[in-house]
C-alpha cells in the first residue's frame, strides 16, 4: 500500500479516464459534504454568539465550542482530501 502512495505522489500511476472521472465525482461529492459541515459549523456557531457570557462558560457552552472545533477539523481534513483527490486528475 505504501508503495501505491508513493507512486501516485510520484506520479508513477497513470488513469484511465473513467477511474479519473469518479475521482472527480468523488472529490465533488466530498465538496458537499464539506459544504453542509460548513452550514451545520456556522449555525452552532451562531447558537454559541447568542448565548449569554455566563452560560457560554457552561458545560453546555463548552460542549458547544468542542463541537464547532471538531467540525473545524474535521472540514480542514475534508479539504486536504479533496485536494489530493485533485492531484490525482
Avoid at 458537499?32 to 454559541?48: C, Y
Amino acid at each position: 500500500m505504501l508503495c501505491l502512495w508513493r507512486s501516485i505522489i510520484l506520479g508513477g500511476i497513470t488513469m484511465n479516464k473513467q477511474r479519473r472521472k469518479i475521482i472527480s465525482e468523488c472529490a465533488t461529492q466530498i465538496e458537499e459534504i464539506k459544504s453542509t459541515l460548513e452550514d451545520v459549523k456556522s449555525d452552532e456557531e451562531f447558537a454559541f454568539d447568542s448565548m449569554p457570557e455566563n452560560l457560554q462558560g457552561s458545560e453546555r457552552g463548552e460542549e458547544m465550542e468542542e463541537a464547532i472545533d471538531c467540525l473545524e477539523e474535521i472540514i480542514d481534513s475534508l479539504d486536504s482530501v479533496v485536494d489530493q483527490l485533485n492531484e490525482l486528475n
